[in-house]
T-cell receptor, first 116, second 113 residues
Framework: DAGVIQSPRHEVTEMGQEVTLRCKPI?????LFWYRQTMMRGLELLIY????????DSGMPEDRFSAKMPNASFSTLKIQPSEPRDSAVYFC??????????????FGPGTRLLVL | GESVGLHLPTLSVQEGDNSIINCAYS??????FIWYKQESGKGPQFIID?????DKRQGQRVTVLLNKTVKHLSLQIAATQPGDSAVYFC????????????FGKGTKLTVNP
């Protein structure tokens, strides 16, 4: 298996523009997670899905952020409009449905976002 | 810039030495713990996990110790190699909570040749 796939790997955009990050989880994994990593705040969970349904979006910073999972093999994280403080590395991770959901999360390579 | 933000704990060791990375967790209800390794420019990579019904688990060159009494987790790396240089994160979750993992701030390990 190729692992979790994210695109693009790097994104540079100007403030106010819409940014869409994409993720393909590992086949067969029922859970999908979106994280953000910055020097200031470390690794933060933004939202996660189970069987394509959003379960917890309490980590989404504000209404400018939205995430969708239209099918089991694809998810998007959208920022509209983007701001310089959104600059970070965004990771997608997926996991199997283990005992009470306690299974290892496998991370993608991340998307490095820079908003000018 | 680099001088602003998280000041990660750092550990510097000589190649061939053993490394011990520590992690304190706060949720006494946490019952599953994972260590991740993150190399520069890459996503976190699973190393080893442990459930709360165990106090020790060994993998290849790595051992995780769990002390639930003091809510402490450690990762021991035997015969540390330059390729072990990375940031190491502990993560915890609770069966009675959700599937969410809560990550620690990380420790930067540097292995000197």
């Amino acid at each position: 298996d190729a692992g979790v796939i994210q695109s693009p790997r790097h994104e540079v955009t100007e403030m106010g523009q819409e940014v869409t990050l994409r993720c393909k989880p590992i086949s067969g994994h029922d859970y999908l997670f979106w994280y953000r990593q910055t020097m200031m705040r470390g690794l933060e969970l933004l939202i996660y899905f189970n069987n394509n349904v959003p379960i917890d979006d309490s980590g989404m910073p504000e209404d400018r952020f939205s995430a969708k999972m239209p099918n089991a093999s694809f998810s998007t994280l959208k920022i509209q409009p983007s701001e310089p403080r959104d600059s970070a590395v965004y990771f997608c991770a997926s996991s199997l449905p283990g005992l009470a959901g306690l299974e290892t999360q496998y991370f993608g390579p991340g998307t490095r976002l820079l908003v000018l | 810039g680099e001088s602003v933000g998280l000041h990660l704990p750092t550990l510097s060791v000589q190649e061939g030495d053993n490394s011990i990375i520590n992690c304190a967790y706060s949720n006494s209800a946490s019952d599953y713990f994972i260590w991740y390794k993150q190399e520069s420019g890459k996503g976190p990579q699973f190393i080893i996990d442990i459930r709360s019904n165990m106090d020790k688990r060994q993998g290849q060159r790595v051992t995780v110790l769990l002390n639930k009494t003091v809510k402490h987790l450690s990762l021991q790396i035997a015969a540390t190699q330059p390729g072990d240089s990375a940031v190491y994160f502990c993560a915890e979750s609770s069966r009675s909570g959700s599937e969410k993992l809560v990550f620690g701030k990380g420790t930067k390990l540097t292995v000197n040749p």
